[in-house]
């Protein structure tokens, strides 16, 4: 699959990058900037089987995901195969990657903050961040295999960060469900597309030094 020149990666500053905000938030402004400028120019749709994808946000099969993933260079996580749900890719101009689970009669760009959404996003010292984010006050750490880490962010609670040690990668598992990224993450029901990665999420059962992380002044 061909994917347009990739542009540079912002820097992973606390008040700017994607890290601190839902993915529903990214894919509300993609809906209104492809109303403000023609969302046909960038809007591709899968077919199942295409083989010229470009960046903007598309309707995939498990397959076309497999293969378009294949193509990027680095592991693209989802929380696998779920019958009855449409997969929307959503692939961003800084390198950020969505893949975000539809059910049956919901629109490819809806802008509700409703559904599973998996993103992978580049982002220098993603480990370091991730495990500072679990230490804020009121968060949590989860010790993963491969040296892995996951937080809750105590402000961001609908959302699961994973990060690995050497990966310049970072994984947002987003649920509107309170606790159920959390659940997904530790269960093991996180991982990359196609799988074969070296960094698995596969987690080590939490310890009492590793869940939940809190700071002094919590009970």
Do not use: C
Request: no cysteine.
């Amino acid at each position: 699959m061909t994917l347009t020149a990739r542009e540079t990666a912002p820097t992973p500053d606390r008040t700017s990058r994607a890290l601190y905000r839902s993915p529903w938030a990214w894919f509300a402004s993609l809906v209104l900037l492809g109303a403000l400028v023609g969302i046909a120019a960038g809007l591709y749709l899968f077919d199942g089987g295409a083989s010229n994808v470009k960046r903007g946000r598309a309707a995939v099969s498990t397959g076309a995901l497999s293969s378009w993933a294949a193509t990027v260079g680095h592991p693209v996580y989802w929380a696998g195969p779920a019958h009855g749900f449409r997969y929307e890719l959503t692939h961003t101009t800084d390198g950020r990657i969505y893949i975000r689970y539809l059910p049956a009669g919901v629109a490819v760009g809806s802008s509700a903050p409703d559904y599973l959404t998996v993103g992978t996003y580049p982002v220098k010292g993603a480990l370091s961040i991730v495990r500072a984010i679990g230490s804020k006050n009121g968060g949590s750490l989860i010790k993963l295999t491969a040296g892995g880490w996951a937080a809750v962010d105590p402000d961001h609670p609908l959302s699961t960060y994973i990060a690995y040690p050497g990966v310049g990668y970072e994984v947002e598992v987003y649920d509107p469900s309170p606790g159920e990224a959390r659940h997904l993450v530790t269960s093991g029901g996180v991982g990359p597309v196609g799988g074969g990665a070296a960094a698995s999420v596969t987690p080590v059962k939490p310890t009492a030094a590793s869940e939940p992380t809190q700071t002094s002044g919590q009970s």
